[in-house]
C-alpha cells in the first residue's frame, strides 16, 4: 500500500519550454501533497506544499511563477517548470500524505530527472 | 534547518545489526521522529516512526530515549541492499498542520560483504 507514482521519471528539453511532471497517489487520497527539489550529491529540498483545491504555499526562495503547481484531486498534483533554463536542471521528488492524523507519514514517488539543454 | 544531527557516514558488515543515531535535541512535546532512506537515483522510502515508545516492523526497529532528545534505528541483519541515504525527520507536530518535513544531510550507510 501507500504507492506514489510520478510521471515522466526522465526529460530533457530545450531551454525556454515548459515540464509538467504528475505525481500520482495511487492508492489512497493524499489531502497534502509536498514537492522536492534534490541536486547531485545533495540532500531533498522542500519546495512547495500543495492541499487539495487550495493554493500551493512555497518555501522561501522558491519562485511561485517559476514553478506552477496544482492540486486538483486528492490523487494528483502537477508541478510544471515554466519557461525552463539549464540552472533548472535537477531531481525532482513529490510526496504524498494520507487523510487523517498529521502525524502520518510522507510517501515520495520515484523521482523526475530534469535535464535542460 | 534540518534540526537534526546524524552522523555522515557509517559502515556495517553484511548480517550484522546497523544502528543508526540520531540527535534531535530541541524536539518539541507533540513531534514524531520519522526514518526515511534513499537509494541512489530513487525516491526517499519510509522505514518507521514514532512518538515516545520504541516502535518495530518488518523493516526496522526505532529506540527513542526516554527525554526524546535522540533516536537509534536499527536494522537488525543488514544486507548489501540496505546500503542508502539514511534520514531522520522531526515533524507531525501541532505547530505544522500540514507535516512538512525538512531534511538534513543524513547517514550514508555502505553494508560490506
Known amino acids: 500500500g501507500a504507492v506514489v507514482s510520478q510521471h515522466p521519471s526522465w526529460v530533457i528539453c530545450k531551454s525556454g519550454t515548459s515540464v509538467k511532471i504528475e505525481c500520482r497517489s495511487l492508492?489512497?487520497?493524499?489531502?497534502?501533497m509536498f514537492w522536492y527539489r534534490q541536486f547531485p550529491k545533495q540532500s531533498l529540498m522542500l519546495m512547495a506544499t500543495?492541499?487539495?483545491?487550495?493554493?500551493?504555499?512555497?518555501e522561501q526562495g522558491v519562485e511561485k511563477d517559476k514553478f506552477l503547481i496544482n492540486h486538483a484531486s486528492l490523487t494528483l498534483s502537477t508541478l510544471t517548470v515554466t519557461s525552463a533554463h539549464p540552472e533548472d536542471s535537477s531531481f525532482y521528488i513529490c510526496?504524498?500524505?494520507?487523510?487523517?492524523?498529521?502525524?502520518?507519514?510522507?510517501?515520495f514517488g520515484d523521482g523526475t530527472r530534469l535535464s535542460i539543454l | 534547518d534540518a534540526k537534526t544531527t546524524q552522523p555522515p557516514s557509517m559502515d556495517c558488515a553484511e548480517g550484522r545489526a546497523a544502528n543508526l543515531p540520531c540527535n534531535h535535541s530541541?524536539?518539541?512535546?507533540?513531534?514524531?521522529v520519522y526514518w526515511y532512506r534513499q537509494i541512489h537515483s530513487q525516491g526517499p522510502q519510509y522505514i518507521i516512526h514514532?512518538?515516545?515508545n520504541n516502535e518495530t516492523n518488518e523493516m526496522a526497529s526505532l529506540i527513542i530515549t526516554e527525554d526524546r532528545k535522540s533516536s537509534t534505528l536499527i536494522l537488525p541483519h543488514a544486507t548489501l541492499r540496505d546500503t542508502a541515504v539514511y534520514y531522520c525527520?522531526?515533524?507531525?507536530?501541532?505547530?505544522?498542520?500540514?507535516?512538512?518535513?525538512?531534511f538534513g544531510a543524513g547517514t550514508q550507510v555502505v553494508v560490506t560483504p
Open positions: 500543495s492541499n487539495e483545491g487550495s493554493k500551493a504555499t512555497y
Open positions: 525527520i522531526r515533524g507531525g507536530g501541532a505547530t505544522d498542520s500540514w507535516g512538512k518535513f525538512q
Open positions: 530541541t524536539i518539541s512535546g507533540n513531534e514524531y
Open positions: 514514532g512518538l515516545k
Open positions: 510526496s504524498a500524505r494520507a487523510q487523517g492524523p498529521r502525524n502520518q507519514p510522507q510517501h
Open positions: 492508492d489512497f487520497q493524499a489531502t497534502t
